[in-house]
C-alpha cells in the first residue's frame, strides 16, 4: 500500500494555484488598500474579509454540488477549469486600477515631499530631531490644507489630536533617541497620517476604488467556485491510510506556490519603502495560474483515477480494517463522532483567527513595526526550511498521530507568535528564525486538521465536510482582519497589537484541540526508514 507520489503531485498544482493567489493576495491587497487608497485597518479588514463572507456562503455550496456533479471529466474538474480561468484573468485586470491609483498618487507631494523626507534611508530616523522636522513639515502641509478649504477645521483638529498631540507627546518623553518602542509608534502616527492623506485623494474620485472593488469580488467569488471541490479531489483518488502522506506533498505544492508568489513580487521590485504600481506582479501571477492549470488538465484525469482508488479500497480492505480496528460506521457512534468534529471544527476557527491575523496584516506590519523587508534573503531561507520540512512533517503524522502532531504544532505556532511582541527593529535573522518555527507549526497544523475533518465524513459527503471545514475557517477570518484592525486603529499600542491578538487565538485552540477524540487513521506499523517507502506508481 504505497502513495502514487507522481499523481499526488499533480493534483497538488491546483494547491499551487491556490496558494500563489492567496499569497500574492495578502501581500499587495491590503498594501494597496492601507497605503494607496487611504483605507484604516479596521476598513482594509473589512475589504480583506468580504472574501471571506462569499467563501462561508459559496464554500459548502460548491463542494456539495460537486458531491452530485457527473461529468465526463469527473465531479471537481469542471469547477476548478472554470474557477481558474476566471479568478486568473479578474487578477490580471487588478493591474489596471493598482496603475492608475499609484499614478495619482505620485502627482501629489505625498511621496516625495513626505514619505521620502521621513524614511530617508541616510537619515538618522532613531533621532527626535529628525522626526520633530517630519512634524513641522507635516503640520504645515496640514494647516495649508485647512486654509486652502481642502479640508475642514474640524478635521484639522481631529488630526491634531489624534496623530500631531500623541506624536509630540512621544518625543518630549523620549530624549535625543527614540528606542524600539518609541520609535514603533511614532512611525505608526506617521504611516496613519500618509493613509489619511491617500484617503482624502481617493474620495475626491471613488471611481478607481470602485472599479478596483468589482474586480477584486469576480476574481474572489472565482476562487471561492474551485476550492472545495479542489480540496475534496485528493481524498477522492487516495485511500485513507495515506491520506496524511498525501496532504503533506499537497502542503508542498502549496508552499511552492506560496514562495513562488514571494519571489515574483520580490524580482518585481517591490520594497518596503515605496508607493510603487505593481502591474507586472499581477499579470506574471495570473498567467502563472493559466499554464499551471494547462498541466494539471494534461496530467490528472479524475475519472481514471478515481476507479483505481476504488480498486485499491477493494484489494486493501481488510488491512486497512485492521489498521483502524476502532473504525465503526459513521451512522453508528455519531454522539462521539459529532462532538470530535464540533471541537476540531471550533479548533479549526481559533487557529485561523490567530493565524489569519497576521497573514492579512504581515505585509504591512513587517516594514512599519519592524522595518523589515518581508522579500529580504533571511526570509527567504525561513520559507525554504519550511518547505524542507513539510514532507517529514507529513511522515511524522504517521508516526505521532494527527491529534499530537497538531498539538505540537500549535505550541510551536504559540510560542513564536508571543515572541514577535518583544522583538527588536531590523533583526532579520532573528526575525527569519521565528517566521520558520512559525512556519513549521502552522505545516504541522494544516496537514493534518483537513484530513481528520475528512477522516469523519460518510465516503460520498467530502465534499459537504470539505465546505465544513472552509466554513470553520472562513468565518474566522471574516471577523479577524475587522477585529485586529479595530484593536490597531484604537488601541494605544496601535500595530503591536497584532501578535498578542494573534497569540491569545492560537493558545485558545490547544484547549478545544484535547477534546477532539475522533478522526485518527491508525496507520501500517514499519519503521520510520520504511515510511519514506513512497513511489511514482502504484
Same mark, same amino acid.
Given at each position: 500500500?504505497?502513495?502514487?507520489?507522481?499523481?499526488?503531485?499533480?493534483?497538488?498544482?491546483?494547491?499551487?494555484?491556490?496558494?500563489?493567489?492567496?499569497?500574492?493576495?495578502?501581500?499587495?491587497?491590503?498594501?494597496?488598500?492601507?497605503?494607496?487608497?487611504?483605507?484604516?485597518?479596521?476598513?482594509?479588514?473589512?475589504?480583506?474579509?468580504?472574501?471571506?463572507?462569499?467563501?462561508?456562503?459559496?464554500?459548502?455550496?460548491?463542494?456539495?454540488?460537486?458531491?452530485?456533479?457527473?461529468?465526463?471529466?469527473?465531479?471537481?474538474?469542471?469547477?476548478?477549469?472554470?474557477?481558474?480561468?476566471?479568478?486568473?484573468?479578474?487578477?490580471?485586470?487588478?493591474?489596471?486600477?493598482?496603475?492608475?491609483?499609484?499614478?495619482?498618487?505620485?502627482?501629489?507631494?505625498?511621496?516625495?515631499?513626505?514619505?521620502?523626507?521621513?524614511?530617508?534611508?541616510?537619515?538618522?530616523?532613531?533621532?527626535?530631531?529628525?522626526?520633530?522636522?517630519?512634524?513641522?513639515?507635516?503640520?504645515?502641509?496640514?494647516?495649508?490644507?485647512?486654509? *486652502?478649504?481642502?479640508? *475642514?477645521?474640524?478635521?484639522?483638529?481631529?488630526?491634531?489630536?489624534?496623530?500631531?498631540?500623541?506624536?509630540?507627546?512621544?518625543?518630549?518623553? *523620549?530624549?535625543?533617541?527614540?528606542?524600539?518602542?518609541?520609535?514603533?509608534?511614532?512611525?505608526?502616527?506617521?504611516?496613519?497620517?500618509?493613509?489619511?492623506?491617500?484617503?482624502?485623494?481617493?474620495?475626491?474620485?471613488?471611481?478607481?476604488?470602485?472599479?478596483?472593488?468589482?474586480?477584486?469580488?469576480?476574481?474572489?467569488?472565482?476562487?471561492?467556485?474551485?476550492?472545495?471541490?479542489?480540496?475534496?479531489?485528493?481524498?477522492?483518488?487516495?485511500?485513507?491510510?495515506?491520506?496524511?502522506?498525501?496532504?503533506?506533498?499537497?502542503?508542498?505544492?502549496?508552499?511552492?506556490?506560496?514562495?513562488?508568489?514571494?519571489?515574483?513580487?520580490?524580482?518585481?521590485?517591490?520594497?518596503?519603502?515605496?508607493?510603487?504600481?505593481?502591474?507586472?506582479?499581477?499579470?506574471?501571477?495570473?498567467?502563472?495560474? !493559466?499554464?499551471?492549470?494547462?498541466?494539471?488538465?494534461?496530467?490528472?484525469?479524475?475519472?481514471?483515477?478515481?476507479?483505481?482508488?476504488?480498486?485499491?479500497?477493494?484489494?486493501?480492505?481488510?488491512?486497512?480494517?485492521?489498521?483502524?480496528?476502532?473504525?465503526?460506521?459513521?451512522?453508528?457512534?455519531?454522539?462521539?463522532?459529532?462532538?470530535?468534529?464540533?471541537?476540531? !471544527?471550533?479548533?479549526?476557527?481559533?487557529?485561523?483567527?490567530?493565524?489569519?491575523?497576521?497573514?492579512?496584516?504581515?505585509?504591512?506590519?513587517?516594514?512599519?513595526?519592524?522595518?523589515?523587508?518581508?522579500?529580504?534573503?533571511?526570509?527567504?531561507?525561513?520559507?525554504?526550511?519550511?518547505?524542507?520540512?513539510?514532507?517529514?512533517?507529513?511522515?511524522?503524522?504517521?508516526?505521532?498521530?494527527?491529534?499530537?502532531?497538531?498539538?505540537?504544532?500549535?505550541?510551536?505556532?504559540? *510560542?513564536?507568535?508571543?515572541?514577535?511582541?518583544?522583538?527588536?527593529?531590523?533583526?532579520?535573522?532573528?526575525?527569519?528564525?521565528?517566521?520558520?518555527?512559525?512556519?513549521?507549526?502552522?505545516?504541522?497544523?494544516?496537514?493534518?486538521?483537513?484530513?481528520?475533518?475528512?477522516?469523519?465524513?460518510?465516503?460520498?459527503?467530502?465534499?459537504?465536510?470539505?465546505?465544513?471545514?472552509?466554513?470553520?475557517?472562513?468565518?474566522?477570518?471574516?471577523?479577524?482582519?475587522?477585529?485586529?484592525?479595530?484593536?490597531?486603529?484604537?488601541?494605544?499600542?496601535?500595530?503591536?497589537?497584532?501578535?498578542?491578538?494573534?497569540?491569545?487565538?492560537?493558545?485558545?485552540?490547544?484547549?478545544?484541540?484535547?477534546?477532539?477524540?475522533?478522526?485518527?487513521?491508525?496507520?501500517?506499523?514499519?519503521?520510520?526508514?520504511?515510511?519514506?517507502?513512497?513511489?511514482?506508481?502504484?
Amino acid at each position: 500500500m504505497k502513495l502514487n507520489v507522481k499523481n499526488t503531485i499533480y493534483i497538488g498544482l491546483i494547491f499551487f494555484i491556490i496558494s500563489l493567489f492567496w499569497q500574492s493576495y495578502d501581500l499587495l491587497i491590503a498594501r494597496t488598500l492601507i497605503d494607496k487608497f487611504g483605507l484604516n485597518q479596521t476598513w482594509s479588514g473589512v475589504v480583506m474579509a468580504f472574501d471571506n463572507i462569499m467563501a462561508v456562503i459559496l464554500l459548502p455550496l460548491f463542494g456539495a454540488l460537486s458531491d452530485k456533479s457527473n461529468s465526463k471529466k469527473g465531479r471537481r474538474t469542471p469547477y476548478i477549469i472554470v474557477g481558474t480561468i476566471i479568478a486568473a484573468f479578474a487578477f490580471m485586470a487588478l493591474s489596471y486600477t493598482d496603475y492608475k491609483q499609484t499614478i495619482k498618487i505620485n502627482q501629489t507631494d505625498i511621496v516625495e515631499t513626505h514619505y521620502n523626507v521621513a524614511f530617508d534611508p541616510n537619515a538618522d530616523t532613531d533621532q527626535s530631531s529628525h522626526w520633530y522636522m517630519v512634524v513641522d513639515i507635516m503640520s504645515n502641509e496640514r494647516e495649508i490644507a485647512q486654509i *486652502s478649504g481642502y479640508i *475642514s477645521l474640524s478635521e484639522y483638529n481631529e488630526w491634531e489630536q489624534t496623530i500631531k498631540d500623541p506624536m509630540i507627546a512621544i518625543l518630549d518623553d *523620549s530624549g535625543d533617541t527614540l528606542d524600539n518602542r518609541e520609535l514603533s509608534l511614532i512611525r505608526d502616527l506617521y504611516y496613519t497620517y500618509l493613509s489619511e492623506r491617500a484617503w482624502e485623494l481617493t474620495s475626491t474620485d471613488t471611481l478607481n476604488l470602485f472599479i478596483f472593488g468589482i474586480i477584486l469580488f469576480i476574481a474572489l467569488v472565482a476562487m471561492a467556485t474551485f476550492r472545495s471541490p479542489a480540496v475534496a479531489l485528493m481524498p477522492d483518488i487516495t485511500i485513507k491510510p495515506l491520506r496524511s502522506k498525501a496532504n503533506a506533498i499537497i502542503s508542498l505544492m502549496g508552499a511552492i506556490g506560496g514562495i513562488s508568489a514571494v519571489y515574483v513580487i520580490m524580482l518585481s521590485g517591490l520594497n518596503k519603502n515605496a508607493y510603487d504600481d505593481h502591474v507586472i506582479v499581477y499579470i506574471a501571477i495570473g498567467i502563472i495560474m !493559466l499554464v499551471v492549470l494547462g498541466v494539471f488538465l494534461w496530467k490528472v484525469k479524475e475519472p481514471e483515477l478515481v476507479k483505481e482508488k476504488i480498486v485499491l479500497e477493494q484489494k486493501y480492505a481488510n488491512l486497512i480494517k485492521e489498521q483502524e480496528p476502532d473504525y465503526v460506521d459513521p451512522k453508528l457512534n455519531t454522539f462521539k463522532r459529532r462532538k470530535s468534529l464540533y471541537f476540531l !471544527l471550533a479548533t479549526i476557527f481559533l487557529l485561523f483567527m490567530g493565524y489569519n491575523a497576521v497573514m492579512s496584516k504581515i505585509a504591512d506590519y513587517m516594514p512599519k513595526v519592524l522595518n523589515l523587508n518581508f522579500f529580504d534573503f533571511p526570509f527567504i531561507v525561513a520559507q525554504m526550511i519550511v518547505l524542507i520540512s513539510i514532507i517529514p512533517i507529513g511522515i511524522l503524522s504517521t508516526h505521532l498521530g494527527r491529534k499530537k502532531t497538531i498539538l505540537l504544532g500549535i505550541l510551536l505556532l504559540t *510560542s513564536s507568535l508571543g515572541t514577535v511582541f518583544f522583538l527588536p527593529e531590523g533583526n532579520a535573522w532573528l526575525t527569519a528564525s521565528i517566521v520558520a518555527v512559525a512556519g513549521m507549526g502552522w505545516s504541522m497544523i494544516s496537514i493534518n486538521t483537513y484530513v481528520m475533518v475528512v477522516e469523519l465524513a460518510k465516503g460520498l459527503d467530502v465534499g459537504r465536510y470539505t465546505g465544513y471545514y472552509y466554513a470553520a475557517s472562513m468565518t474566522a477570518q471574516i471577523i479577524t482582519p475587522i477585529l485586529s484592525g479595530y484593536f490597531m486603529d484604537n488601541h494605544e499600542l496601535k500595530r503591536l497589537t497584532l501578535f498578542p491578538y494573534a497569540t491569545l487565538f492560537v493558545f485558545l485552540a490547544m484547549l478545544t484541540m484535547l477534546f477532539v477524540k475522533q478522526g485518527e487513521a491508525k496507520m501500517i506499523k514499519k519503521s520510520l526508514l520504511e515510511a519514506y517507502d513512497i513511489e511514482g506508481d502504484v
